[in-house]
């Protein structure tokens, strides 16, 4: 998933492809707290549990992989700590920029509602 174009191995249609990403905008604006990229094949994204459910994480990454399957997902939550860890083969690493960009925009523009 890349912001204005996804690669061609995401088998979504490209008519859903901006909801799709609208439904990662609005999961990042909505409580995500910290956006860590750890190497460029790996980016930890932290989610504030109050705010965003641990089921809603989980169902958004397993529909994300089901059209691109080249992500690996893995949510992390435990009391007071949600985590999305979002590993991307090395050919995929301009994508996984455009995810993180858009989650960096998420942690500046908050929503309060």
Known sequence: MAESRAPDACTLP????????GE????FASGLRGVDRVDPTHLVL??????????SVRDLA???S???????FA????????????VVPP??????????????RGVEEPRTA
């Open 24 to 27: 990662f905008d609005d999961l």
């Open 66 to 72: 089901l059209c691109c399957s080249f992500f690996t």
């Open 14 to 21: 490209t008519a859903e492809q901006p909801l799709r990403i």
């Open 75 to 86: 949510v992390t939550d435990a009391p007071g700590q949600l985590f999305l860890d979002v």
């Open 91 to 104: 050919a995929y690493v301009l994508v996984l920029d455009g995810l993180t960009a858009m989650a960096r």
């Open 62 to 64: 397993a529909r994300e």
């Open 46 to 55: 932290a989610f504030d549990p109050a705010r965003v459910a641990a089921d």
